[in-house]
Antibody
Framework: HVQLVESGGGVVQPGRSLRLSCAASGFTFTNYGMHWVRQAPGKGLEWVALIWYDGTNRYYAASVKGRFTISRDNSKNTLSLQMNSLRADDTAVYYC?????????????WGQGTLVTVSS | SYVLIQPPSVSVAPGQTARITCGGNNIGSKSVHWYQQKPGQAPVLVVYDDRDRPSGIPERFSGSNSGNTATLTISRVEAGDEADYYCQVWHTSSVVFGGGTKLTVL
């Protein structure tokens, strides 16, 4: 069965960096685009980034563009999110999600999330 | 940027019908997806492409989309349906979520 398992969250000071990972299993990873979605405490869902199935294209929310980098290693079935210049408003649970629904991008599978807290 | 507007809250008695709206400019021209999220859990897709249901989602969940409003309808509401619900679309190489609606079962 499909599994997405995030790791790498924790407490980090403002301005520092953190790298999240998402280990995928139970499906052919190379066939799917992958996303990061976050949720600040008590708030709604916010899309963060997308990477195509082959890594050739990447898209970012305006709030993270230039600071975050999404990447994937298809040989290891792993999705990553490099987060630099972190700010207090980046504090959130970060989910990885598999892109389904072809061109309309729905998310049938989500990880359990990893909490990132940006605080001094 | 594209904005999706949801009511912050909807309340309904058990056994009644809940309707949660999602407003957006000409949203009827897009495919809308709906998610249910319970406290401490990841979201679950309940309706995709306006009106289709993933396997395992009860028929009580249905969707529609026309003009400037998409609607998630939950028939014969149960206590277990109490959750936050989010609409979502794909718009110019980005994903947009609505602000979310808290469904309270009275």
């Amino acid at each position: 069965h499909v599994q997405l398992v995030e790791s790498g969250g924790g407490v980090v000071q403002p301005g520092r960096s953190l790298r999240l990972s998402c280990a995928a299993s139970g499906f052919t990873f190379t066939n799917y685009g992958m996303h990061w979605v976050r949720q600040a405490p008590g708030k709604g869902l916010e899309w963060v980034a997308l990477i195509w199935y082959d890594g050739t294209n990447r898209y970012y929310a305006a709030s993270v563009k230039g600071r975050f980098t999404i990447s994937r290693d298809n040989s290891k079935n792993t999705l990553s999110l490099q987060m630099n210049s972190l700010r207090a408003d980046d504090t959130a649970v970060y989910y990885c999600a598999r892109q389904d629904c072809a061109s309309t991008s729905c998310f049938s599978y989500w990880g359990q999330g990893t909490l990132v807290t940006v605080s001094s | 940027s594209y904005v999706l507007i949801q009511p912050p809250s909807v309340s309904v008695a058990p056994g009644q019908t809940a309707r949660i709206t999602c407003g957006g400019n000409n949203i009827g021209s897009k495919s809308v997806h709906w998610y249910q999220q319970k406290p401490g859990q990841a979201p679950v897709l309940v309706v995709y492409d306006d009106r289709d249901r993933p396997s395992g989602i009860p028929e009580r969940f249905s969707g529609s989309n026309s003009g400037n409003t998409a609607t998630l309808t939950i028939s014969r509401v149960e206590a277990g349906d109490e959750a936050d619900y989010y609409c979502q679309v794909w718009h110019t190489s980005s994903v947009v979520f609505g602000g979310g609606t808290k469904l309270t079962v009275l």
